[in-house]
């Protein structure tokens, strides 16, 4: 598979494995413009875009009226996605202990962008837990670069990183869910 991209007006072909190469050379203005958003993004909802439009340019995937639930995990879980649902819930806890520890706002916006970044490409049908984790590295490397927070956020474990999270002990799933508001700004509004 060949991946195509424009640079001076000049058609450039790179094989599939040399995406990174691809990511660097011809996203490296996007890529700086989406660090910027990410570490000026205040909300979740700015997060998210960039999400979508990180995937829409790498994968040309895109899809709509998606919901966030923030609500109390098990530990070992950053979020999920129920298949044929349109809700992501977050884990808040988690979040929580990740805005204690963290030291600056760019670390929590990229923790929250890889956990969207992965849920989104469950909700856009892929299913195998392997394959997304192994996506996400690879858009984050084109998009964000390796050397970003998210890619090693991205790469291995949240506690790995943070070991001071492993603090919190196993966690319970929480009654109390808020919605966030705001957040899928192309949602559809229903008249009713």
């Known amino acids: 598979m060949v991946i ?11 094989p599939l494995r040399y995406s990174y190469i691809f990511g660097r050379r011809c996203l490296g203005k996007m890529s700086k413009k989406i660090r910027e958003e990410l570490e000026k993004a205040k909300t979740f909802g700015e997060i998210f875009e960039l999400v979508k439009k990180t995937v829409k340019r790498t994968l040309g995937l895109h899809r709509a009226g998606l919901e966030l639930v923030l609500m109390s995990l098990p530990n070992n879980v950053g979020a999920l996605h129920e298949i ?4 992501i819930i977050m884990n808040e806890a988690l979040l929580e202990a990740m805005l204690q520890v963290s030291r600056s706002r760019t670390e929590v916006n990229s923790y929250v962008f890889v956990i969207l970044l992965h ?3 469950h909700s856009l049908g892929y299913i195998d837990e392997e394959e997304v984790r192994l996506l996400v590295k690879r858009i ?4 964000l670069g390796e050397d970003h927070i998210s890619y ?4 291995t474990s949240i506690y790995e990183v943070y070991p001071e999270l492993q603090m919190l002990g196993p966690g319970k799933i929480g009654k109390d ?16």
Do not use: M, P, W
């Open 140 to 143: 984050i490397a084109e998009v």
């Open 4 to 14: 195509t991209c424009f640079r001076n007006l000049q058609l450039i072909k790179f």
């Open 119 to 121: 849920e989104y490409l």
């Open 152 to 155: 090693h956020l991205a790469s």
């Open 177 to 192: 869910t808020k919605i966030v508001k705001d957040f899928d700004r192309e949602s559809t509004h229903y008249i009713g």
């Open 84 to 87: 044929g649902s349109n809700v």
